[in-house]
């Protein structure tokens, strides 16, 4: 089962709104025209707002402490989107950390392992963490040691990709350990050049490889190592 929690998630952006129109009260501005490109120079307000009204443009005051203040004719309300989503668009990928979490069973087959090891090492290139948790039911609790194995077993096999950010530790009746990635996370728009998309992961598991953005093959890879693997669903959760 994968889950997905956020940390530090984005705070509503604070747009500095602009005086406009008939909030702009002083008596001489500095005009210019952004659809045209045209300076007006040095002009009296209520030409200004005329201006607006024949081009159907507002007056917006960009620079209130010139003397005189400097006013534009734009289209406010687009300039207001504009700005809103280039500062979504910068933001969406430095302000949110994610940390998924993947669940296995200490009696997990192999074909499984390799399923879902080939999802933590997807999620590791993309730059995400991974909370690992291996999950005792019954009298597995006693066997402890199985779900340690485990957990040393991803750690080995994913060191080209990850250090670990929190060594194994036993919460209540489940044995959790977090990776980190190596790799800073790079942005969108690098995924998308590079064709890395989500559903990828699915057509990689198919084809036989495992989901990995890495350029350094593992040492499983350079021995000739195939591993089986299979596509899931993100929110499956398998028991052996």
Request: glycine share 6%; with cysteine.
């Amino acid at each position: 089962m994968l889950s997905i929690f956020c940390w530090g998630g984005p705070a509503p952006i604070a747009f500095r709104e602009l005086r406009i129109n008939d909030q702009i009260r002083i008596p001489h501005v500095r005009l210019f025209d952004d659809t045209t490109q045209e300076a007006f120079g040095i002009v009296p307000v209520e030409r200004a707002r005329e201006l607006a009204v024949e081009r159907e443009l507002d007056l917006v005051e960009v620079a209130p402490q010139a003397q005189p203040p400097v006013c534009r004719l734009m289209d406010y309300g687009r300039f207001k989107f504009e700005a809103l989503k280039r500062e979504k668009d910068s933001r969406r990928e430095h302000n949110v950390i994610r940390l998924k979490e993947m669940k296995l069973r200490p009696k997990i087959s192999e074909h499984d392992f390799q399923t879902k090891y080939g999802y933590v090492r997807h999620f590791l290139a993309e730059g995400d963490k991974v909370k690992l948790t291996i999950m005792f039911r019954g009298r597995e609790m006693v066997h402890q040691e199985y779900g340690r194995r485990l957990l040393d077993r991803m750690a080995a096999e994913l060191k080209d990709v990850a250090i670990i950010e929190r060594n194994p530790l036993v919460e209540g009746r489940n044995m959790i350990m977090i990776l980190s990635p190596l790799a800073r996370k790079q942005s969108r728009g690098a995924h998308h050049a590079e064709g890395d998309q989500p559903a990828a992961v699915a057509a990689v598991a198919r084809a036989g490889e495992r989901p990995s953005r890495s350029t350094a093959p593992s040492a499983a890879s350079a021995a000739g190592d195939s591993r089986p693997t299979r596509s899931t669903s993100d929110a499956e959760d398998q028991d052996a």
